[in-house]
């Protein structure tokens, strides 16, 4: 443990390594805050641990503990990254402690469970993707409603764990356990496998007032006829943006409002179909794509550290956003570049460096360190992500010249010097 007494107010940041928690520990330190983070982990395997004023040996999971540790040394606020079971836990401790966390129990509950949110978006007239009723008793009369392939995951998963393309029924009842290995609650869902092109919605909500922030194309890839494709660019502003704003964005809003959203973000996932939008995910919470970092560039605003200002101070930012909000990015391009590695132990990753040369680039942002063991169990799901640039263009040609330029620059090597860099996204699909 490093650290000395202090009379500065103090963040507690639950878990490391999850995405993001690096930039609250960067942002809470500007403000004068005493950062403090806790995993399990050792600190050569947490980053946010490395850069802390204070790091604690104690698991996100260990409640008890962290409660009697908290109120010990006087902690103000607690916050975390973008992981959903670290969100719970947080807001579990924020409940005990009293100390202000963005969402309610029931809210947390309302969008992070498939089942729920899709009750929700379908109450307010949103599309969201059919489904089949299925079970571990294999019904004859359920399976022959359905209609493949389909798509089996758990019923309150995330990152793309226990997701599985079934073909037949024969691959449907094999994944069926692998499904709800991931499922807290043990319960799956059984979708109709959509392939289209996708959109992610982001929302922001300051006081009540929730403002569409912006939408961007999500590009995926890699995947096959057994494992979802996954993303390997986001372009911002969305081509479709009109179309959901005249369409959808009034629906999505008072869907919010009637669970009682009042400060914090949102994004959802959709796929689009012949020009219409069915959504498919939705987390009420940070999220991996990171798009915060190219909104405080373009827009002037930043959803983490409004959300952390909220943990500090029960006040989502310090000043109102209303004027600078602009879903199209007034002209302005921005991406997301999102590199996939192959299950491997990554022995070198060059061009990082180079990269962040790049004029328009803003961040350069690793996923996973030299000598770590990418398992073969992250085929499929979002631990297959190696790193993300973000960058910032005046014009979509200076863009797709920054991608193309990444492109070339970036090379993933395992323990074995295999290229283990996996097709990055087509400049010629954007």
Request: charged share 25%; proline share 4%.
């Amino acid at each position: 443990m490093r650290g000395t007494t202090t009379s500065k107010k103090k963040l507690l940041i639950m878990a490391g390594r999850p995405i993001a928690s690096c930039d609250i520990v960067n942002y809470a330190k500007t403000e004068g805050v005493y950062t403090i983070v806790t995993d399990y982990l050792p600190i050569e395997n947490s980053p946010a641990k490395q850069i802390a004023d204070e790091d604690w040996d104690i698991s996100t999971n260990d409640i008890d503990v962290l409660e009697k540790k908290i109120k010990k040394e006087g902690v103000n606020a607690i916050f975390t990254g973008a992981h959903e079971f670290n969100i719970k836990k947080t807001a579990e401790l924020c409940r005990k402690t009293g100390l202000p966390f963005y969402a309610t129990d029931f809210q947390l509950k309302t969008t992070m469970i498939k089942s729920l949110y899709k009750k929700l978006f379908k109450d307010f007239d949103v599309p969201v993707v059919p489904e089949y009723k299925i079970d571990e008793n294999f019904h004859r009369n359920d399976l022959d409603k359905i209609e493949y392939p389909v798509v089996l995951k758990p019923v309150d998963g995330s990152g793309g764990y226990g997701i599985s393309i079934c073909n037949n029924e024969d691959e449907l009842k094999n994944s069926y356990s692998k499904a709800l290995q991931y499922s807290y609650s043990k319960k799956v869902l059984l979708e109709k496998y959509i392939n289209a092109k996708e959109v992610t919605i982001f929302y922001v909500i300051q006081d009540g007032n929730i403002f569409l922030s912006v939408i961007a194309d999500r590009y995926v890839a890699n995947g096959n006829k057994l494992i979802i494709p996954l993303p390997v660019a986001y372009v911002f502003s969305s081509k479709h943006t009109e179309n959901y704003i005249s369409n959808l964005n009034d629906k999505v809003i008072a869907s919010f409002k009637s669970i009682g959203l009042m400060n914090g973000m949102v994004f959802i996932q959709s796929f689009i179909d012949n020009g219409n939008f069915i959504f498919y995910d939705i987390g009420f919470r940070l999220t991996g794509t990171q798009e915060y970092k190219i909104l405080e560039q373009v827009c002037g605003y930043n959803p983490l550290k409004m959300m952390v200002d909220y943990s500090l101070t029960g006040k989502m930012g310090k000043e109102n956003i209303s004027a600078k909000i602009d879903p199209y990015f007034n002209g302005k391009y921005a991406c997301n570049i999102t590199y996939l590695c192959k299950p491997c132990k990554i022995g070198k990753i060059l061009g990082i460096e180079e990269i962040k040369k790049i004029q328009g680039v803003l961040s350069v942002v690793p996923n996973h360190l030299i000598g770590e063991i990418i398992p073969d169990s992250a085929k499929g799901t979002l631990n297959q992500i190696i790193l993300r640039v973000f960058a910032v263009a005046d014009s979509k040609v200076e863009l797709l010249q920054i991608i193309q330029q990444a492109n070339y620059l970036l090379k993933v090597y395992s323990d074995l010097n295999e290229n283990v860099l996996l097709p990055a996204v087509d400049i010629n699909k954007l």
